[in-house]
């Protein structure tokens, strides 16, 4: 749309995607331990190939989390709000509203991590039956809702 800005992206804060970060490094050196036990029972050509396999699998799985953390994102403009969420490289939900229809914004962090790290979830909330937003651990959700706040004061202004 012509004179629509960005205001505000968001998506899932750095520190929530070290649960498979950790299982990446895990899944990494497994083989280099495997070797050990299985260098008797195969030849040196089939534990390359069993390791090329087992590595192409760790990359892929290091490709899809990596696409989804950065396509899963928020997109809030001075005009709407956008919700897009990947649930797999095939399917994509897309969820948006009008900044006018926003009813309700809310911020809800609890537990010691997201309070150390300063993450939590913002709920858009619209009116009936419309669509309500949703943005998972993002970063300072505090700061978002206060930002969406101030576009629905100047939307109902």
């Not at 750095?14 to 029972?41: D, G, H, K, M, Y």
């Not at 039956?129 to 300072?140: A, D, G, S, W």
Request: with cysteine; net charge negative; charged share 15%.
């Amino acid at each position: 749309m012509e004179d629509e800005k960005l205001v505000l992206l968001v998506r899932q804060h750095p520190v929530t995607q070290l649960p498979w970060i950790i299982t990446a490094i895990v899944l990494f050196i497994v083989p280099l331990f495997a070797n050990i036990f299985v260098s008797e029972l195969l030849s040196v050509r089939q534990i390359l190939f069993a390791n090329f396999f087992w590595y192409c699998l760790v990359f892929t799985y290091i490709f899809m989390n990596g696409l989804y953390w950065l396509f899963n994102v928020g997109l809030v403009t001075n005009k709407r709000a956008l919700d897009v969420d990947y649930t797999n490289i095939l399917f994509r939900d897309v969820s948006g509203t009008s900044i006018e229809d926003i009813t309700d914004a809310t911020a809800k962090t609890g537990g010691f991590l997201r309070a150390l790290f300063q993450y939590g979830d913002v709920f858009v909330q619209t009116p009936g039956t419309l669509q309500n937003i949703e943005f998972l651990r993002i970063p300072l959700p505090d700061d978002a809702v206060a930002i969406i706040n101030e576009l629905m004061e100047e939307a109902n202004a």
